[in-house]
């Protein structure tokens, strides 16, 4: 890619795409996100990439979707035109991944032609998204260290979801200690408040719902309002269980918050 007043053969200046990509070997609940990508490269010479990710069906949320990715990268070279590779990464075990319904447009004008080059030949636009995705259905999954060696020096943008829906709840535990969770996407923000009636010892004082648990166990710092701002440390388990790591006087008041990713389905979402 490159500005066309540069006149380097074969070089476009902007491309936008978009395609819906599938999870054709999940049985019951797949992934299907639709990806675009808009690449231009600015009249100062800079390289702009936008995208954005977005998962549809909604009752098909599944545990694998925040492993379902799009990545832009990128090098100048130098003539100052840019190198662009992209990648569909999809981190899990047993995947079959189809693209449906692509396509691919390159501004008229906006090229340097080379009738050598499908992208800088005078031909439909349908001729130009053919020529790049005709190979994705041959094409094998790679290890991180192959693509890790073919984009070494290029720098990484990872294309963001579109507008993840928010979730939230509230969770009574014990005593009147409660923990509010929210989440956007698959990060959730935790804020634990409230004070003991009686005095708590420690120990396992509630549990978390499905759509909220954490990845892994994750600890997070809270802290005890008398005046010295003890901390009282309380970890949330992988299954959900909230566990009080130290004792919490009767009358003391508890507060704090953190935030950790979750691969849990979807609050609410069909099974």
């Not at 639709?34 to 069906?57: C, D, M, P």
């Not at 130009?128 to 995705?133: A, E, H, M, R």
């Not at 994750?218 to 008398?226: A, C, E, K, P, R």
């Given at each position: 890619?490159?500005?066309?007043?540069?006149?380097?053969?074969?070089?476009?200046?902007?491309?936008?795409?978009?395609?819906?990509?599938?999870?054709?070997?999940?049985?019951?609940?797949?992934s299907?996100?639709?990806?675009?990508?808009?690449?231009?490269?600015?009249?100062?010479?800079?390289?702009?990439?936008?995208?954005?990710?977005?998962?549809?069906?909604?009752?098909?949320?599944?545990?694998?979707?925040?492993?379902?990715?799009?990545?832009?990268?990128?090098?100048?070279?130098?003539?100052?035109?840019?190198?662009?590779?992209?990648?569909?990464a999809?981190?899990?075990?047993?995947?079959?991944?189809?693209?449906?319904?692509?396509?691919?447009?390159?501004?008229?004008?906006?090229?340097?032609?080379?009738?050598?080059?499908?992208?800088?030949?005078?031909?439909?636009?349908?001729?130009?998204?053919d020529?790049?995705?005709?190979?994705?259905?041959?094409?094998?999954?790679?290890?991180?260290?192959?693509?890790?060696?073919?984009?070494?020096?290029?720098?990484?943008?990872?294309?963001?979801?579109?507008?993840?829906?928010?979730?939230?709840?509230?969770?009574?535990?014990?005593?009147?200690?409660?923990?509010?969770?929210?989440?956007?996407?698959?990060?959730?923000?935790?804020?634990?408040?409230?004070?003991?009636?009686?005095?708590?010892t420690?120990?396992?004082?509630?549990?978390?719902?499905?759509?909220?648990?954490?990845?892994t166990?994750?600890?997070?710092?809270?802290?005890?309002?008398?005046?010295?701002?003890?901390?009282?440390?309380?970890?949330?388990?992988?299954?959900?269980?909230?566990?009080?790591?130290?004792?919490?006087?009767?009358?003391?008041?508890?507060?704090?918050?953190?935030?950790?990713?979750?691969?849990?389905?979807?609050?609410?979402?069909d099974?």
């Amino acid at each position: 890619m490159a500005d066309p007043s540069n006149g380097i053969d074969g070089t476009i200046q902007r491309i936008k795409m978009k395609f819906i990509a599938i999870d054709d070997a999940s049985d019951s609940m797949p992934s299907i996100a639709r990806f675009s990508v808009s690449l231009a490269v600015n009249y100062q010479g800079n390289l702009i990439k936008e995208g954005t990710k977005s998962f549809l069906h909604r009752s098909f949320g599944n545990k694998n979707n925040y492993k379902f990715n799009l990545h832009i990268f990128s090098k100048k070279n130098a003539n100052s035109s840019y190198t662009v590779k992209i990648y569909i990464a999809a981190r899990w075990a047993f995947k079959r991944i189809v693209i449906i319904n692509p396509w691919v447009n390159v501004p008229i004008g906006r090229y340097v032609t080379t009738p050598a080059n499908p992208l800088t030949a005078k031909i439909p636009q349908w001729q130009k998204t053919d020529f790049l995705f005709k190979n994705v259905k041959d094409a094998s999954f790679i290890s991180d260290g192959d693509i890790a060696s073919d984009v070494d020096g290029y720098d990484d943008y990872s294309v963001p979801e579109s507008q993840p829906s928010t979730y939230s709840t509230v969770v009574n535990l014990q005593s009147s200690l409660q923990i509010i969770l929210t989440r956007v996407g698959n990060n959730v923000t935790a804020n634990i408040h409230g004070g003991a009636t009686s005095d708590m010892t420690g120990g396992v004082i509630g549990t978390i719902p499905p759509g909220y648990r954490p990845t892994t166990s994750i600890g997070i710092s809270t802290f005890q309002y008398d005046g010295a701002g003890t901390v009282n440390p309380i970890l949330i388990a992988n299954n959900g269980t909230v566990t009080l790591l130290n004792k919490l006087v009767s009358g003391k008041l508890l507060y704090g918050s953190g935030s950790y990713n979750t691969i849990d389905d979807i609050p609410g979402g069909d099974e």
